[in-house]
């Protein structure tokens, strides 16, 4: 250490500033101290400024959600109250606050507020303005589109994914409506979006980690009752045995067991296909259908795919069928669905089977770019899925009633 900076000739110094009486130094030291206590004055004010802001934007908030499920008539006197509630009076502040309901059904609330300021008020501002605003929409939120529902409130392991299963979606969401213990087995990783599951209790084993929410608001179905009435007529086709070649079919009623051995190429013209019975592809065949509706009758009416089968099917894009790939009425007795293979598929539209319990055996390839699943269960067991929402994709719009969301 040198002489300049020794601790002695330091303290030397200080008490010279201490006993100087010429009066510069403290004159200099008031004069910059000045600045300094008005910008912490400053910070203050607007940090009481934007704590202001923040209470007043959950007020809006809470106001909107609270009034928007309320009768028409009601909602702005509701989320008045709820607001005034919440905020008036608070940090000295000016509020005014108003709520208008909207033509689409939303409700929007916006609110100033003038905050009083303490050390600006020495810089001429005496007050600080704020705004905020919310708009709150009837019915809950989901975050992505959903690709595949599972309607089963009563089936433990509603969502079976086993060892070697692969489900690539990484823009939607699985939702389980299953609140029985477990809800759901996790044997693998699933790359998707979200796994929403209503039931608190899932297991998740071998360290796989999905993307699963437990306690979640998983969606109803948005399906039940809307889609088109079939009037099933008299039967087009009996128990028909198609061996291997190329066969073309078209629309109509197929009764009974109709079976595709060996190999060969089956082509489906446009339209509606009833199926009162059952309908079986084996290994081999190639199913090209575009513009096609199939419609299970009942309980005893199956798709099935075995071995290896390469099937590229799609829904019509407009009519009374538009967007529905397969579907069945409501109210079926729950039966099993296997899937036992495919080379190589491709389905786009809805495919509604809310009584099926699905499960895929074997190695079934699926890539789809726009697809929407409701069955009642489904375990994957070997799959390699790669899928995408479709146009009938389902919106969370039909969840709780009740319940509401933020939309600004």
Request: glycine content about 10%; aromatic content about 6%; proline content about 5%.
């Amino acid at each position: 250490m040198t002489a300049s900076t020794s601790p002695g000739l330091l303290r030397s110094q200080v008490r010279r500033f201490r006993r100087a009486d010429g009066g510069q130094i403290s004159m200099i030291f008031a004069i910059s101290i000045i600045p300094i206590i008005v910008s912490i004055g400053a910070a203050i004010d607007f940090a009481k400024s934007s704590d202001t802001k923040t209470q007043l934007q959950k007020a809006v908030d809470a106001a909107v959600l609270a009034a928007v499920v309320q009768p028409g008539a009601q909602q702005s006197a509701t989320a008045g109250s709820v607001f005034k509630g919440d905020f008036a009076g608070r940090f000295g502040t000016d509020v005014k606050a108003t709520f208008t309901s909207n033509t689409d059904g939303s409700l929007t609330g916006t609110a100033t507020a003038t905050v009083r300021t303490s050390f600006l008020n020495v810089m001429g501002t005496s007050s600080l303005g704020v705004a905020v605003s919310a708009t709150a929409k009837a019915g809950a939120q989901s975050r992505t589109p959903v690709c595949i529902l599972l309607v089963s409130t009563l089936n433990s392991q509603s969502l079976l994914v086993n060892s070697g299963a692969q489900l690539k979606a990484p823009s939607c969401e699985v939702h389980v409506l299953s609140t029985q213990n477990p809800a759901a087995i996790f044997n693998a990783t699933l790359n998707v979006k979200r796994v929403c599951i209503k039931g608190s209790t899932i297991i998740k084993n071998g360290g796989v980690t999905p993307p699963a929410e437990t306690g979640c608001a998983a969606i109803s179905d948005p399906f039940a009752g809307t889609l088109p009435a079939v009037t099933v007529g008299a039967c087009t086709t009996n128990n028909k045995v198609y061996d291997p070649g190329s066969v073309t079919l078209g629309p109509g009623v197929y009764c009974g067991s109709t079976n595709f051995n060996g190999s060969g190429t089956l082509t489906l013209n446009p339209g509606l296909y009833v199926i009162k019975g059952t309908m079986t592809f084996n290994s081999g065949w190639t199913v090209t259908g575009n513009g096609v509706t199939f419609y299970l009758v009942d309980q005893n009416a199956t798709l099935t795919f075995n071995g290896n089968v390469n099937a590229t099917l799609s829904a019509p894009t407009s009519g009374t069928y538009a967007n529905i790939l397969m579907y069945e009425p409501n109210g079926l007795s729950t039966t099993n669905l296997p899937i036992n293979g495919t080379s190589s598929s491709s389905y786009t539209g809805l495919m509604y089977l809310p009584s099926r319990n699905v499960t895929i055996n074997s190695v079934s390839t699926m890539a789809s770019n726009s697809v929407t699943m409701v069955f009642n269960t489904l375990i994957l067991n070997q799959t390699n899925w790669t899928i995408a929402p479709g146009a009938l994709s389902m919106s969370v719009a039909n969840g709780p009633a009740g319940t509401a969301h933020l939309s600004r």
